[in-house]
T-cell receptor, first 113, second 116 residues
Framework: AQKITQTQPGMFVQEKEAVTLDCTYD???????LFWYKQPSSGEMIFLIY??????QNATEGRYSLNFQKARKSANLVISASQLGDSAMYFC??????????FGTGTRLQVFP | GAVVSQHPSRVICKSGTSVKIECRSL??????MFWYRQFPKQSLMLMAT?????????EQGVEKDKFLINHASLTLSTLTVTSAHPEDSSFYIC????????????FGSGTRLTVV
């Protein structure tokens, strides 16, 4: 069973607009962590934001915020004021037992002028 | 911040030869490293977990005799693709667990392997 689900293979957003990238997860652990990474065409994995399962507040990092809905097991990434440089693949990931980081299938975001 | 150096960034090898990829943590001790494989336009698939001083733990379906992992020190883990075939061509990327850092995981820059 897939543990991290990203249902949007591709998304388009106009520059300066906000965009939400969806992520749902499945775990029976009480303690877990959720991550979002950006992967440009160069291949490097750039950490964007982290949400712990016990964190009461939604995480924010600059233009990135995580809409964490624990009961629905969703951890959507919101990018505000999109920039052309935001065009990349975005991966949602979950830390599971054994500290393994498991990734979703990714969403390709394209920002247009 | 924590840095993981991965080499080489690109390698082309002939079918049947072996290729070694190194991941080195530069400013922290990485007792655990993870190796991923990524085919074009696909996700990162975890291949194995490398633990310093012990045998690596491989994910289901990953051939341990083909993908040899050695984690001989707290700062170095290596992945050797043995008897490489064209279907092994892929992007390989390592990640180290950085317990002291806020992020928790630091990734190498990846190795693009092409087997001809």
């Amino acid at each position: 069973a897939q543990k991290i689900t990203q249902t949007q293979p591709g998304m388009f957003v106009q520059e300066k607009e906000a965009v939400t990238l969806d992520c749902t997860y499945d775990t029976s652990d009480q303690s877990y962590g959720l991550f979002w990474y950006k992967q440009p065409s160069s291949g490097e994995m750039i950490f964007l934001i982290y949400q712990g399962s016990y964190d009461e507040q939604n995480a924010t990092e600059g233009r990135y915020s995580l809409n964490f809905q624990k009961a629905r097991k969703s951890a959507n990434l919101v990018i505000s004021a999109s920039q052309l440089g935001d065009s990349a693949m975005y991966f949602c990931a979950m830390r599971e037992t054994g500290d393994k980081l498991i990734f979703g299938t990714g969403t390709r975001l394209q920002v247009f002028p | 911040g924590a840095v993981v150096s991965q080499h080489p960034s690109r390698v082309i090898c002939k079918s049947g030869t072996s290729v070694k990829i190194e991941c080195r943590s530069l400013d922290f001790q990485a007792t655990t490293m993870f190796w991923y494989r990524q085919f074009p336009k696909q996700s990162l698939m975890l291949m194995a977990t490398s633990n310093e001083g012990s045998k690596a733990t491989y994910e289901q379906g990953v051939e341990k005799d083909k993908f040899l992992i050695n984690h001989a020190s707290l700062t170095l883990s290596t992945l050797t693709v043995t008897s490489a075939h064209p279907e092994d061509s892929s992007f390989y990327i390592c990640s180290a667990r950085d317990r002291g850092g806020r992020v928790g995981y630091t990734f190498g820059s990846g190795t693009r392997l092409t087997v001809v």
